[in-house]
Nanobody, 120 residues
Framework: QVQPVESGGGLVQAGGSLKLSCAAS????????MGWYHQAPGKQREVVAA???????YYANSVKGRFTISRDNGKNMIYLQMNSLNPEDTGVYYC??????????????WGQGTQVTVSS
């Protein structure tokens, strides 16, 4: 129930790269599926990437081939390497623990998020 802390966002030009980090907490981190949400202004949050305890990954079609999610269980960290960014990637990125029951659902606490702005 402790808020995760996201970092690494910033302003980049289209085609650029950025790496986001999320410092999570909890004794069950290593056995929990974690993911990244993207929220564009005025839109609902949607999962763009997820990674299971066994490091099975999921990517939304919109980011597949461009983003890579990873985790470091020893540090309770997850990362999102974002390449070939486009203006549609602009928004706030949040990390959270996830469960999948026909769709993704957040099961942890929300942090402040980190802002990513991609200029055209």
């Amino acid at each position: 129930q402790v808020q995760p802390v996201e970092s690494g966002g910033g302003l980049v030009q289209a085609g650029g790269s950025l790496k986001l980090s999320c410092a999570a907490s909890g004794n069950r981190f290593s056995v929990t599926t974690m993911g990244w949400y993207h929220q564009a202004p005025g839109k609902q949050r949607e999962v763009v990437a997820a990674i299971s305890a066994g490091r099975i990954t999921y990517y939304a079609n919109s980011v597949k081939g461009r983003f890579t999610i990873s985790r470091d269980n020893g540090k309770n960290m997850i990362y999102l390497q974002m390449n070939s960014l486009n203006p549609e990637d602009t928004g706030v990125y949040y990390c959270n623990a996830l469960k999948y029951e026909n769709s993704w659902f957040p099961v942890g606490s929300w942090g402040q998020g980190t802002q990513v702005t991609v200029s055209s």
